[in-house]
Nanobody, 122 residues
Framework: QVQLVESGGGLVQTGGSLRLACAAS????????MAWFRQAPGKEREFAAA????????YYANSVKGRFTISRDNAKNTVYLQMNSLKPEDTAVYYC???????????????WGQGTQVTVSS
């Protein structure tokens, strides 16, 4: 059974940084595209960032481009999201997801983690 477990969320002030991690098990991680989505209270889950299985290409939502960086370590079966210059509007539950092919569409991801809360105070 595939498991994705996120960690690293928390409370941070505006302008601060956080690094999220997602550890995968029972997944052919090295050949899976990985992504981060987020969901704010009362809003739809939205795409934040994705990375191809080899790590050669990265994709970002316009709202996080230049501030967030996705990366992966296939030896550790882990994907990361480095979040800098955080804003209150970045407050959300952040979810890790895995798919065979990289996409920015939520329905393209078959596996999801349980989410980790990120709260940015003003």
């Amino acid at each position: 059974q595939v498991q994705l477990v996120e960690s690293g969320g928390g409370l941070v002030q505006t302008g601060g940084s956080l690094r999220l991690a997602c550890a995968a098990s029972e997944l052919t991680f090295s050949t899976s595209a990985m992504a981060w989505f987020r969901q704010a209270p009362g809003k739809e889950r939205e795409f934040a960032a994705a990375i191809t299985w080899a790590g050669g290409r990265e994709y970002y939502a316009n709202s996080v481009k230049g501030r967030f960086t996705i990366s992966r370590d296939n030896a550790k079966n882990t994907v990361y999201l480095q979040m800098n210059s955080l804003k209150p509007e970045d407050t959300a539950v952040y979810y890790c997801a895995a798919a065979r092919l990289v996409t920015t569409q939520r329905h393209g991801y078959a596996y999801w983690g349980q989410g980790t809360q990120v709260t940015v105070s003003s």
